[in-house]
């Protein structure tokens, strides 16, 4: 191929790379610039929540002690986007031992008010306070005994004039930079929910225990509930022999079982010992002849145990901080009861 030929060849390649890397910068800048636009959303969002830290008055102390002291439930409602925080902040009041449950203030206004009884405290959420489908249920909640707190963000609104208790939600500028979507102020009254959550999480002295009772699902509940004797081995399946049990037929007893230890045990299934997989690896390299040697002769006599009623997480605890893999479980008697070890924790997703 001559020079021009090659010349001919080359010009479309160059081309090419010339207009990659055009679009790469173009979309290099833009990446700038979506970087950029994010970052004055959430600069925007932080100092809306700076604004609503700084506007806590005593309102907030006063809806706070309501929802405390409440005799009944704390029904959330609320409307659009103010309707979607209101669930959320059911959801975490009722997580966080304050009863609660939403409302959908039009389907209230159509037999679902019969949900909200006498002692209830109703928090009624709405950015302009002139909600149309709230302000149409404001009367029949005024014929019941209940507290109603409005968050808005007028103090002059349709909801604040009726609230018993009104807290004041501001913010000086959405970060939509419209200024027509709600942004800045739904994370702000967010927020507001979960002050008033943990407020009362704290005055309750709630505790990880106390969360645990309303997650039983979750990884967390597994953690705080699970007892050891949930998962233990016992009965059949309980790795053990009797104090004199020859070394073979005690070696061949810890291999059926597999849990990788062995309980040595007297007359009245009361712990005298333990033996590991690691103890019998340890004693091939130091013992040349196993005849004669009985399980009273190399076991531990100074076993690491845990109570039935330990949580499990407690046992993943002894076995790190004594470098085992397993446990054996007695009762106050010290009679053997259970075994476990670290496969039993990870099968539970303990670990």
Request: with cysteine; aromatic share 4%.
């Amino acid at each position: 191929m001559d020079r021009r030929g090659l010349r001919a060849y080359a010009t479309p390649i160059r081309k090419f790379w010339v207009v990659l890397l055009q679009q790469r910068r173009m979309a290099m800048a833009e990446n700038g610039k979506y970087l950029d636009w994010a970052r004055e959303v959430l600069h925007a969002e932080a100092e809306g929540l700076r604004e609503i830290a700084a506007e806590l008055d005593k309102n907030f102390v006063l809806a706070a002690d309501a929802l405390l002291h409440c005799k009944g439930r704390v029904v959330i409602t609320g409307m659009g986007k103010s309707g979607h925080i209101g669930r959320k902040m059911a959801a975490t009041m009722a997580s966080t031992g304050t009863p609660a449950f939403f409302v959908h203030p039009a389907e209230a206004a159509h037999g679902d008010l019969g949900m909200i009884v006498d002692n209830d405290v109703v928090v009624a959420i709405s950015n302009s306070g002139e909600s149309d489908e709230i302000a149409a249920i404001i009367p029949a909640l005024k014929r019941k005994d209940i507290t109603l707190v409005c968050i808005t963000a007028r103090p002059d609104s349709t909801m604040a004039r009726h609230a018993d208790i009104h807290i004041t939600a501001s913010v000086s500028k959405e970060a939509c930079p419209l200024g027509l979507a709600p942004t800045t102020s739904t994370t702000a009254v967010m927020a507001l929910g979960d002050a008033l959550a943990v407020v009362l999480l704290r005055a309750r002295a709630f505790t990880p225990d106390d969360f645990a009772l309303s997650h039983p699902a979750g990884s967390l509940g597994k953690r705080l509930l699970l007892r050891v004797a949930d998962i233990m081995h016992k009965g059949g399946g309980l790795p053990a022999v009797r104090l004199g049990t020859p070394l073979k037929e005690a070696i061949v007893s810890m291999s059926e079982k597999g849990l990788g230890m062995l309980a040595v045990t007297d007359g009245q299934c009361r712990l005298k010992g333990v033996f590991t997989d690691g103890d019998l690896r340890r004693l091939f390299q130091e013992c040349d002849n196993f005849t004669g040697l009985s399980i009273d002769e190399v076991m531990h006599t100074h076993p690491k145990t845990i109570s039935a009623e330990r949580l499990a997480t407690e046992a993943l605890k002894v076995m790190q901080a004594n470098h085992v893999n397993g446990l054996l479980v007695t009762d106050a008697d010290g009679v053997l009861i259970g075994a476990l070890n670290m496969h039993d924790l990870l099968a539970a997703r303990i670990v």
